[in-house]
């Protein structure tokens, strides 16, 4: 793997069978925002399987944690699921044509990983990311600093609107 990592995104779960679908949703939104929809089927098919096998070897009365992990590194996008249960193998999983692997985490765990190349002529650097550190506009901030909030009476009618059917 190659270790120049330019983007990282990861989620935590609990390994209970609900974690395979959070875990597909993460991957969607994930890489929609980073614009490599191409890869989202792949990559959550991988991601399906790896957590899977995890949710299949925990125990439902004290489950654990996993790790779903995104990380664009030179021409691939490498997803991971780290969890901390005690390796059942050290056997790396089969995806045909892909590179993966399986590593011992410290302590009890282990991280199986998997390599996608991306779309041709892309590297990780190339890749748009999202910018997270704009400030977003807050109502209630600005309406703690006294500011003037205007909302569009058309949103507020629509809102009421909508809440006044959920009653029928």
């Not at 949710?55 to 030179?74: I, K, M, N, Q, W």
């Not at 410290?106 to 199986?112: D, H, I, K």
């Not at 190339?126 to 506009?137: A, H, I, W």
Request: glycine letters at 6%; a negative charge.
């Amino acid at each position: 793997m190659n270790s120049q990592t330019a983007q990282v995104d990861d989620l935590q779960l609990v390994s209970m069978p609900s974690a395979v679908s959070c875990a597909n949703l993460f991957v969607r939104f994930t890489l929609t925002e980073w614009s490599l929809r191409p890869l989202v089927e792949e990559a959550g098919r991988a991601v399906s399987r790896f957590v899977s096998a995890v949710v299949d070897r925990a125990d439902p009365r004290e489950p654990g944690f996993l790790t779903v992990r995104l990380r664009l590194s030179g021409e691939y996008l490498i997803v991971e699921v780290e969890d901390d249960q005690s390796p059942a193998s050290a056997a790396a999983p089969v995806m045909e044509g892909r590179r993966t692997g399986v590593e011992r985490v410290a302590g009890t765990g282990r991280l199986v990983w998997c390599e996608l190349p991306l779309p041709p002529g892309t590297s990780a650097t190339d890749v748009r990311l999202p910018r997270r550190s704009e400030r977003r506009r807050s109502l209630v901030t600005e309406q703690m600093r006294g500011e003037p909030v205007e909302v569009d009476p058309r949103l507020v009618e629509r809102i009421l609107t909508g809440l006044s059917r959920t009653g029928d």
